[in-house]
């Protein structure tokens, strides 16, 4: 298996404010990754930085085994149209499609045109004209027919609605599964993109809290909701990752439980709901449900 | 840890000059833009002076529109393009740049395929400019005796002087504004600031000191010496040292949202 | 698919439910890892893992180069091993919950006589 990204102690200041925090982890080659976290945490400063957009105050990043630091080779490679991605003036998306392929040199022009019939997108509009969700559709349509070794996407659903947000996922399992490469996924709607990802990495105030295969996350908790005394009784000399209680009823999340604890539980008159993905960041991250759907 | 070894089929190699000239293609993409625009305005600009010009050829006489057409030789009608040209050159480093960050290009690359593009499109805009110039000479003035491209800026030595002379001219404009726009994306509003501030106190000094050490006169004479080539020769100082600050800013800069 | 278990089990669980009902007879070639994929929008390593566990319990082999085709007498096998993991997950679990409630078992398979016949 050959590294795709190698950072070590990655540091980011701007004046007094550290948006990224000694930062360590690695990308294998070709998977799909997700990169979450709320807004802010620092996934945005993080891409521009593997990207060679911004500069590191701190630390080492190795891209295919290089600094992507003003080096072209590295660089041919990575496609990442970000969320607030500019365009030159009075560009059309025409303008974005044909040049597109003299910076990528694996772009599929049909592929590319097949996908603006897709998401309905009127190329000959300016790019200033564009709907938000037509504007993610342009960095979408970039990212998947780039077909670079490493592709980023940055919140790639901005304004798109649940059809063409399904049509992205459905044309990125379809062209990754055709064309395998790295592909890193950067999102806080973590619910529909969970059954995509292999790993997740999420950032946290600049930290790295969560780095998993997403299997193992699966599944690695459990919530228990009954009657308070039963469920602190229970939960005594466990782990808690989140703590919340209305009246008697008391609902905690503790680390997933073996099968004979399930049954202890569930005779204590507790009963146990699986918690999804997003759910295991959100309390991870000490934010309610709400606060984190909103932060984007 | 394996050391990465990419695979041969996914690898995309590009030669230096084929990654700088995509740049030279990304800022001419958009030919409305860069050519049709320009085009138009210089278009409509000739058809309203032609009208004028028609206007006065019938209705003065013979020595009043002698002095009327010394006057048009000032009007300098076509100047507009340079100052096009400077935004052209200011959107390039402004949003170009960013842009072309998200299509993975090195900052080296893009600034040497922008300094490319500003050079021809400076020859290409001269080239035209002093092609007209001479047809109006030729003409006698489109045969009203009108008068758009010789202003007196351009020189009055001929074809390849006034090449020469709008050459640099819009080289001028376009390194000057790529290099304030540079400026601008490293520092945004402040650098702007400081930039701008500056160049008011270089300026003022410059005037105070030639008007209390009573140099007018020999900055007049010093003009008049160098002529208009000689003074647009010396516009290569400020364009190259444009040219190079211009670099060196950029490769730091960072576009932010 | 459900937030408690792996997805590339419930992938694997979904193709031998398929392959009881017959809509994929043995012998007969399924569907590719990346159509897995596409079908359940899941990640093609997810897919193929669970695949993967199938081909190890050799319910499903590879066919070099054409692809991957049910083994001969999976459908009995599969049948099999749900039977005792239904007599683990839902018969003993029955039994001892009938016993803690004093139902004989002549009661309770009288109950589950009766059970779905109205």
Redesign the interface.
């Known amino acids: 298996?050959?590294?795709?990204i190698?950072v070590t102690g990655l540091t980011r200041r701007f004046g007094n404010v550290t948006a990224l925090d000694n930062v360590s982890f690695?990308v294998e080659?070709n998977g799909i990754y997700g990169l979450l976290g709320r807004n802010g945490a620092g996934k945005?400063t993080l891409m521009?930085l593997l990207?060679?957009?911004?500069?590191a105050t701190d630390g080492d990043i190795?891209i295919?085994?290089q600094s992507p630091v003003?080096?072209?080779?590295v660089?041919?490679?990575?496609?990442?149209?970000?969320e607030?991605?500019?365009?030159?003036?009075?560009?059309?998306v025409k303008?974005v499609l044909?040049?597109?392929p003299?910076?990528?040199?694996?772009w599929d022009a049909d592929f590319a045109a097949e996908l603006v019939e897709d998401f309905r997108l009127p190329v000959d509009r300016r790019i200033k004209k564009l709907s938000r969700g037509q504007l993610s559709s342009v960095g979408v349509i970039?990212g998947l027919a780039s077909r670079?070794?490493l592709t980023f996407f940055d919140e790639p659903y901005l304004g798109l609605d649940a059809v063409a947000r399904q049509l992205f996922y459905d044309r990125l399992i379809e062209d990754y599964a055709e064309h395998p490469?790295t592909v890193i996924l950067s999102t806080h709607l973590i619910d529909e993109v969970s059954n995509l990802l292999e790993h997740v990495i999420v950032l946290d105030a600049g930290r790295i809290i969560i780095d998993q295969p997403a299997e193992e996350l699966r599944g690695s908790a459990t919530n228990l909701v009954g009657q308070r005394s039963a469920v602190e009784e229970f939960v005594k000399s466990r782990e808690v990752l989140h703590r919340q209680s209305i009246g008697g009823i008391a609902s905690v999340t503790v680390a997933s439980l073996a099968a004979d604890e399930r049954r202890e539980a569930q005779a204590a008159g507790i009963e146990l709901t699986p918690i999804s993905l997003q759910q295991l960041i959100v309390r991870k991250t000490n934010t309610t449900d709400k606060e984190f759907e909103q932060s984007a | 840890?394996?050391?990465?070894?990419?695979r041969p089929m996914?690898?995309?190699?590009?030669g230096?000059f084929q990654?700088i000239w995509?740049v030279v293609?990304?800022h001419v993409?958009?030919r409305?833009?860069l050519f049709g625009v320009p085009l138009m305005i210089l278009g409509f600009i000739f058809a309203v002076n032609f009208v004028i010009w028609w206007t006065l050829k019938s209705s003065l006489s013979t020595s009043d529109f002698a002095d009327a057409s010394e006057g048009m030789q000032y009007s300098g009608a076509s100047t507009f393009i340079f100052v096009y040209m400077m935004v052209v050159a200011v959107?390039?480093i402004n949003?170009?740049f960013?842009?072309a960050?998200?299509?993975?290009?090195?900052?080296?690359?893009f600034y040497l395929g922008s300094v490319l593009t500003f050079v021809m499109l400076s020859a290409a805009w001269a080239l035209l400019i002093s092609v007209l110039g001479e047809i109006e000479q030729a003409t006698g003035g489109w045969y009203v005796g009108g008068s758009m491209f010789n202003a007196i800026y351009f020189g009055d030595g001929g074809f390849l002087q006034r090449l020469y002379i709008t050459f640099l001219l819009f080289s001028f404009f376009f390194f000057v504004g790529a290099a304030t726009a540079a400026v601008y994306v490293k520092w945004r509003t402040n650098g702007m600031l400081v930039f701008f501030g500056a160049l008011v106190l270089v300026l003022l000094a410059a005037v105070l000191w030639i008007t209390f050490g009573a140099h007018w006169m020999a900055v007049g004479a010093w003009f008049v010496e160098m002529g208009v080539v000689g003074v647009v020769t010396w516009t290569l100082v400020p364009t190259i040292i444009s040219g190079i600050v211009g670099f060196f800013i950029l490769?730091?800069a960072?576009?932010r949202? | 698919m459900d937030d408690s278990r792996p997805i590339f089990l419930q992938i694997a669980e979904q193709i031998e439910n398929d392959i009881i009902s017959g809509l994929l007879p043995e012998e007969g070639q399924v569907p590719s890892t990346n159509e897995f994929a596409s079908f359940y929008r899941i990640n093609p390593a997810t897919a193929g893992k669970g695949v993967a566990l199938l081909v190890d319990s050799r319910i499903l082999y590879k066919k070099r180069g054409i692809g991957m085709f049910v083994a001969e007498g999976a459908r009995t096998r599969i049948v099999e091993q749900r039977r005792t993991q239904f007599r683990n997950d839902y018969i003993q679990p029955l039994v001892d919950e009938a016993d803690k409630l004093g139902i004989t078992r002549e009661q309770l398979a009288d109950m589950i006589r009766k059970e779905g016949v109205e």
Do not use: C
């Not at chain 1, 607030?84 to 059309?92: G, L, M, R, T, V």
């Not at chain 2, 996914?10 to 590009?14: I, R």
């Open positions: 298996m050959t590294t795709t190698e690695t080659e945005t521009q990207t060679a957009q911004d500069f190795r295919f085994g003003e080096n072209a080779s660089l041919q490679n990575v496609s990442f149209i970000k607030s991605q500019k365009y030159p003036d009075d560009f059309q303008h044909k040049s597109a003299w910076f990528f040199k694996n970039v670079a070794p490469r | 840890m394996t050391t990465t070894t990419i996914n690898v995309a190699k590009g230096e990654r995509s293609r990304l993409v958009n409305m833009a959107q390039a949003l170009t960013p842009f960050q998200g299509y993975s290009v090195t900052r080296r690359d490769r730091r960072t576009p949202n």
